[in-house]
């Protein structure tokens, strides 16, 4: 090892490869809690049965933070041995029945894993191993059981998992008969309120929804209850699927370290995932919140009724219920802009992964923390692979597919093997290559070249996956290349056709043509890759005129945007006009859905030219990057000063606020109009916007562009004391200010926000609103001082002493440090290894640092 670099200690890894079936298998569970908050009590009675298919038996519960105050087995007291991690313990080679009382303290629990407290509220969060911090148990997914769960205090709403069984004054006793693992567990109590609903499904069972909050959040739920109607529906229609309990309930929570996670029967959300009101949420948050509340639902079959053998399989049932999620948003509410959001975001979350340090299979191979694998590439990469999968064998075949999974799994911990199986059972088809997919990070590159000669088109496709980590050598991978070709008048020749790519090179051709055409090609971004081709201004300004492909229209606007932006960079260029000319004729268009016409307007991110840059061999300067971005929408600001109030008053709304996609299309096309628009009279539109919003999207949006151009002072005081009672609020507060803020202002705003009362660093929401926003803001991270480094990395450390799980996902900002020029790769790299130096760091951090720098 060079002498300049340092060794980090990595924590003990564990591997696939070395799966074992559980010693014992577990018939049922009986869990009581008698509830308080320094010592609550957690006495559990389970009956444990060999596993005929275990290889030996010893006996192993995981457990952690707990004190054991007794154990017995089968009435008789037992002094079980007390590991790091667990006990073990000499138990018979028969079934047995194991009975132990343990004692947390759930108002410490700032890592909000296991059972803790959220504003006087008791609730859980078990995936993916926090159960284990609840009671002594075989926390692994593999090991299904019915629970029957009695709890004991004195609030007024008490909830468990699966059916009510008994209540009385100060306990309620919930039966879950469905076998699950123990990271479905759930459990709350508080003082709540309910929005209730009710839903009959296709059998004609009547099943009780409820939405549970604080009082005062009581008038924000209704929506949510509709949209889990709309979720029970969509399922069974669309997947067969129907609910299986007499009751599903919801809970709002605002400690929360995800979005939201599926317990059987009770899912628990983070109140960021679930509340929403016309004039404190956006659209996008109405979109999300459904999205949100469909996903958690869809789990029900995807991940509980069938769940994973072990945790490397996350994406099993990750990968497919996001993409069953959207499936489901794309039916309401339209394919095109879905589409064309999850791209965007696939892109900035998964590409960007897949291009650094932290790139891993959508099946990893090994890992130190599961939770460091709640990522982009388990989620994302997973849902893309099993949409790929679903165009290969088509609509169909698909749907028999999945009635086999169904049919096949219900009540099982099931594999990518298995769910590989059933697609080749169901269509004969050969999967082998395809499971690459699985087994190989990265994201591919696809060429294409094209040679046109007497009516006959010849595309060639040639794919390369560049390295990753631990992997260098790439294989082939099975790659649906979605295409249509255009004659020179703008109709098309050719549909819609699917090639696919499985060599690392292959022609297509197409003949007959009359005229050379052009070629619109991944259509629908029929694979997550990355096009490689050479494509002059007027054929992307073509293709986004013409192409039927609504995702091959805006991703073209997004490429000639790219080609612009890195002209502006290198070589100081002035953007083309083919450029400007192209999206003025697109905003013109009144025949396009104004959401398509926004989207248009919405540049590159300066991260996404950054990765551009830095794949064209250049080393990307955050600042000039962030002058180009700022100079184009200048541009483009001037060379449609008419056009733009003209578009901004055709989208303005008179009837009453809904979030609907006919509404929420014009309000994305008036804001990002808005935004232009301020360029040209420095915010006076945007503040008439403000004044006059009765929504949050239109106050937000008109915040956005006031802060844009230096403005906003007073409306930002005035948001902030109009919604100073409202938490979700103010964390948009905070964002809009990080990630808005001038670069070189960027650590002053740091330090004042960060210095406010309101900055409840322990709350994960709050803190990501403050430092997950400084992605967004990458000029201001990449000071050239250093100093942004240096205080997130100092926040990082103390979040990390309390809430591991936020604090290592948020420390991926730091992923992208070898791009950079050597001076801030040295800065970078000295916080990075300050943080994995720092004494008790978690496994968490440890893993994700040791990442980074490896
Ligand atoms: N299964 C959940 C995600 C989730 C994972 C870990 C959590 O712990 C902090 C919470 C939620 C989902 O996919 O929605
Ligand atoms: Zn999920």
Redesign the pocket.
Known sequence: MPANQTSVVQPQKIYLADYTPPTYLVEHVDLTFRLAPKNTRVLARIRFVPNPAATSRDFFLHGELLTLINASIDGTPVTPTLVEGGLSCDVPDAPFTWESEVEIAPIENTA??GLYMSDGMYCT?C??E?FRRITYYPDRPDVMAPFTVRIESDLPVLLSNGNPADRGADFAVWHDPWPKPSYLFALVAGNLVAKRGSFDTMSGKHVDLAVWTRPADAAKADFAVGALQRAMKWDEDVYGREYDLDVFNIVAVSD???????NKGLNIFNTAAVLASPDTATDLDYERVEG?IA??YF?NWT?NRITCRDWFQLSL??GL?VFRDQQFTGDLHGHATKRIRDVIKLRARQFREDNGPLAHNVRPESFVEI?NF?TGTI?EKGAEVIRMLRTLVGPEAYAKALDLYFARHDGQAATIEDWLQVFVDATGRDLTQFKRWYSQAGTPRVAVTEDYTDGTLTLTLRQTTPPTPGQTDKQPLVIPVAVGLLNPNGDEVVPTTVLELTGAEQTFTFSGLASRPVASVLRGFSAPVILQREQSAEELAFLMAHDTDSFVRWDSGRALACQVLVSMVRDHAAPLPAYLDAIAATLADETLDPALRAFVLDLPSEESTAQTLFDLGATPEPDAIHDAHEALKNHLAEHMVTLLPQVYAACQINEAYTPDAAQAGKRALANAVLNLISRNDGGATAEMQFTASNNMTLSLGALHSLLDVGQGRAELAAFAQRWADDRLVIDKWFSLQVSLAAPRRLLAVLTDLTGLESFDWKNPNRFRAVFGAITSNPAGFHQADGSVYRLMADWLIRLDSANP?TASRLSAAFDGWRRYDKARQGLMRAQIERIAKTPAISREMAEMVGRMLG
């Not at 929360?256 to 599926?262: I, L, P, T």
């Open positions: 909000l894993d969060q995936e993916a926090g929360f370290n995800s979005g939201a996670m599926e949100v996903h958690e789990h991940g049932k990750e219920t939770s709640y989620y799980w």
